[in-house]
């Protein structure tokens, strides 16, 4: 009875947990929004998009700004008639608007994050997936309205500028998707060694798949394998046992067998 009582005590301050009962709630609120969000119009939903991402870009904008407005404070105007190089003054161009107080900097973030994440939405909606066209286009978007919004343009032209700052977050955008790519999926299954590695796995020995591979004894070369072919790939003697007697049990690879 004690135990009973102490079990649904402790059931009970699970369940009152007030930071596993917000996660919960989060969550709910999360899903649920996401959920309307997709049964409205293309432009409902790329104006709620760029709105909630500007809010978001906008504070850590604003979070940065605040470490950086001593930097921001330190540089100076270069003196009126001063001629440096358009590469120089682009260079402190870029340096200003990365250093400037608060509220620009929630004004340059909250303009880059809400116009990448509107444009995204857009060419999701239109497109039907998302993929490298579509955030490269995104970056390319936002990195145009930075480079205007921010004052980066490139010398004395601010189109040419802006559209440099275009490219280069386009390119840079295009390969972040292709390397989260290349280490999201999973990688391809070798087909000369589907038969191996099944095998192994009902015997519990998958750690000798490698011995396999280094041995490059394949799915096809199962029917002719004995002991020495797998000692020489350093296989111990029970795994071997094992390996041999499965693939006699298989009526597949004996009927090879019997035909090679």
Request: net charge positive; proline share 6%.
């Amino acid at each position: 009875m004690g135990e009973g009582k102490q079990q649904i005590m402790a059931v009970q301050m699970h369940a009152q947990n007030p930071i596993e009962q917000f996660q919960a709630k989060y969550k709910e609120i999360e899903e649920g929004f996401k959920n309307w969000l997709a049964k409205q119009s293309l432009p409902v939903e790329a104006a709620v998009v760029t709105a909630t991402n500007f809010a978001q870009g906008a504070f850590l904008g604003g979070l940065l700004g605040n470490f950086s407005s001593d930097l921001s404070s330190s540089m100076s105007s270069p003196p009126p008639g001063a001629n440096f190089d358009p590469n120089v003054m682009n260079a402190f161009q870029q340096a200003q608007a990365l250093s400037g107080g608060p509220w620009i900097q929630a004004r340059n973030f909250g303009v880059m994050a809400g116009s990448n994440a509107g444009i995204s939405c857009v060419m999701k909606r239109l497109r039907g997936k998302e993929d490298i066209q579509t955030s490269m286009t995104a970056a390319f978007g936002s990195g145009v309205l930075f480079s205007l919004v921010s004052g980066v343009s490139g010398g004395q032209n601010p189109v040419a500028g802006a559209l440099q700052s275009g490219v280069f977050f386009a390119l840079v955008q295009g390969g972040l998707f292709k390397l989260g790519q290349q280490f999201s999926q999973p990688p391809a299954e070798d087909i000369h060694y589907v038969k191996t590695r099944s095998m192994l796995t009902s015997l519990g020995l998958e750690r000798y798949e490698k011995n396999f591979k280094k041995g490059m004894l394949t799915d096809s070369t199962l029917p002719l394998l004995n002991d020495s072919a797998l000692q020489d790939v350093k296989i111990p003697p029970g795994p071997r046992l094992l390996i041999l007697d499965q693939i006699q049990r298989d009526p597949d690879l004996k009927a090879k067998q019997r035909f090679s």
